[in-house]
T-cell receptor, first 114, second 116 residues
């Protein structure tokens, strides 16, 4: 079975500072990993994914994530946070052998303080 | 524009009533999914469908039903058997295996259901 953990329900960061939103995963094979963002009362928007290749993945809006196989982590990062980055962030994993596609973490609410 | 539409955006239901949430996609995607979102619990899979006229239960299928008569449509019915239906419901789709769209899920804007 595949699973995802987002250990922080809430992350607060000052505008202009770097931000990190943590994610760890468990999957039997080589994982496909994803980050999505959700604004209030909206659907999820895709940010980035890791399928294979370079462990550092760059995505939308200046976000990036680093795949670390030994630590089974896929933390989301941004060098300089914006107030507009405040939203709910979801990490998701897919076992390529699973027809059920994605398993989502519980989400992390990011608040960027002006 | 290609995308996923969900209607209505807000829906109110009286206890004991069935209600159907609409999900339509014009992305020509094969697979479609329904998720339920509650505060602090992330997304939980209700039902999914890989092809027309076929669907499978997810983790929390009790009290829900679906149909997949057309590729572009995957309506969800919340029945009176669902004991706590108030939630935000999200529909998603993925493309054909072998395409880049197969590895991403594309989401609709959601329907917020409230039981009065």
């Amino acid at each position: 079975a595949q699973s995802v953990a987002q250990p922080e329900d809430q992350v607060n960061v000052a505008e202009g500072n770097p931000l990190t939103v943590k994610c760890t995963y468990s999957v039997s094979g080589n994982p496909y990993l994803f980050w999505y963002v959700q604004y209030p009362n909206r659907g999820l928007q895709f940010l980035l994914k890791y399928i294979t290749g370079d462990n550092l993945v760059k995505g939308s809006y200046g976000f990036e994530a680093e795949f670390n196989k030994s630590q089974t982590s896929f933390h989301l990062k941004k060098p300089s946070a914006l107030v507009s980055d405040s939203a709910l962030y979801f990490c998701a994993v897919r076992d390529p052998g699973s027809a059920r596609q994605l398993t989502f973490g519980s989400g992390t609410q990011l608040t960027v303080l002006p | 524009d290609g995308g996923i539409t969900q209607s209505p955006k807000y829906l109110f239901r009286k206890e004991g009533q069935n209600v159907t949430l609409s999900c339509e996609q014009n992305l020509n995607h094969d697979a479609m999914y329904w998720y339920r979102q509650d505060p602090g619990q992330g997304l939980r899979l209700i039902y999914y469908s890989q092809i027309v006229n076929d669907f499978q239960k997810g983790d929390i299928a009790e009290g829900y039903s679906v149909s997949r008569e057309k590729k572009e449509s995957f309506p969800l019915t919340v029945t009176s058997a669902q004991k706590n239906p108030t939630a935000f419901y999200l529909c998603a789709s993925t493309g054909h295996p072998g395409t880049s769209a197969y590895n991403e899920q594309f989401f609709g804007p959601g329907t917020r259901l409230t039981v009065l």
